[in-house]
């Protein structure tokens, strides 16, 4: 089951989207990988959605990437005793560490860190920017802010500081606990969210151990100001727009949206774009056209995936909004100056052997009309290069080790095949490239396809041989 397309789909699964037929329908429709969202929804309830997505994957002999998103230190407001408020603009309102219930007047904000780093004319943000508040006057237990854009606040709701660098780690106690148990599973990639640093990587990738991809999702300001440094200590990166949109103003997003696909597509690093792509589509059975446009522009830009979320993991329509999404790009992708697009926005390679190699693949598959370019992988090093030149041929990756079959079913134009054992020698390899070419429906005979491997065969890291063949 081959797609027609190369960008990919990330579809979050949620109580619109947990049983199996369901789950199977998306993954038909064009999802290639599923999102778990630990900020909602039990251990239990993930782990039996990731038994049904095995369960397809089984079924449908496709390798399938898995991605854990941790939920990360989200800050919120207390209880009111009332029931919600109402704040006006002008007025007083003041933050503590009282768990009391609030009122008009005051509420709980049950994190020190927050105090710590404020400081006066510093502004907070509540329920995803509706309410801006102003800090006064500050200590280490309170806050006294002023109003400035008012409205309605009910408990719980979120809280961002967008202008400062909180001393607080990515990783709560919560996230730990769900981090263990997703790896127990065996999910593919790890998702940590409100990256401010990169630390924050750092500290995942120490407690990962290479038993999944990692990845950062950068939603606060301050990881953008370290965007080169973060990006180098993840495998993946997500564009999480929701609170991007929020700690920023609005038409700061776009430039910064391309700012990290441009960064991530330099370094060969896998990018997803997230957040309302066809936010309409969670109570409309189709998108308005402004969300087709944007979808397009991402594919344009030439990321590695466009995510769904509540549009498949609570939407009224969730079958519907993939099989959406996967028309709009591969409506992009026939467009003749796709292409044109893609070649203009190809960054210098690294002074590698595999980046030559890689390269020199994208040049043959220029030259000739190759119907596959062919890369043995163990560590999924070779095929990740591969894509990063987005060639005009698919890129049909070959390995040994399941986990990293699933691992880049993320990566663009990337359609991964388990093998049963690594080759031998270069006669099995052409044979073993050939066959499974054929098999895949990727070419028929007399077709020609580009191989890239390392010798010696099964040794990680040694990508440096190319092989032209003929099916």
Known sequence: MRRLRHAKIVATLGPASSDFATIRALFDAGADVFRLNFSHGTQAQHQERLELIRRVERETGRPIGVLLDLQ????????????????????????????????????????????????????????????????????????????????????????????????????????????????????????????????????????????????????????????????????????????????????????????????????????????????????????????????????????????????????????????????????VERDPHYRDVLDASLDARDPTVADAICASLRQVSALLPVAAMVTYTRSGWTSLRAARERPKAPVLSLTPDRDIARRLALAWGVHTVHLDSDVKNVAEMVSTACTTTRAEDYGRAGDAIVIAAGMPFGKAGTTNLLHVAQL
């Open 72 to 331: 990360g230190p989200k800050l919120r407001v207390g209880s009111f005793a009332a029931g919600p408020i109402r704040l006006e603009a002008g007025a007083t309102f003041r933050l503590d560490l009282d768990p009391a219930p609030g009122d008009e007047r005051r509420v709980s904000l049950p994190h020190a860190e927050i105090f710590a780093a404020l400081k006066p004319d510093t502004d907070l943000l509540i329920d995803d920017g509706k309410i801006r508040l102003r800090v006064e006057a500050c200590g280490p237990d309170f806050a006294t802010t002023r109003v400035i854009a008012g409205g309605a606040l009910s408990e719980r709701k979120g809280v961002n500081v967008p202008d400062v660098l909180l001393p607080i780690s990515a990783l709560t106690e919560k996230d730990r606990r769900d981090l263990d148990f997703g790896l127990t599973l065996g999910v593919d990639w790890v998702a940590l969210s409100f990256v401010q640093r990169p630390e924050d990587m750092q500290e995942l990738r120490e407690i990962v151990k290479g038993r999944a991809g990692v990845m950062a999702k950068l939603e606060k300001p301050a990881a953008i100001e370290s965007l080169a440094a973060v990006v180098a200590l993840c495998d993946a990166v997500m564009v999480a727009r929701g609170d991007l949109g929020v700690e920023l103003p609005a038409e700061r997003v776009p430039c910064i949206q391309k700012r990290i696909v441009r960064e991530c597509r330099r370094a060969g690093k896998p990018v997803i774009v997230a957040t309302q792509m066809l936010e309409s589509m969670t109570q409309s059975p189709v998108p308005t056209r402004a969300e087709a446009s944007d979808v397009a522009t991402a594919v344009y830009d030439g990321v590695d995936a466009v995510m769904l979320s509540a549009e498949s993991a609570s939407g009224r329509y969730p079958v519907e909004a993939v099989a959406t999404m996967d028309r709009i790009i591969t409506e």
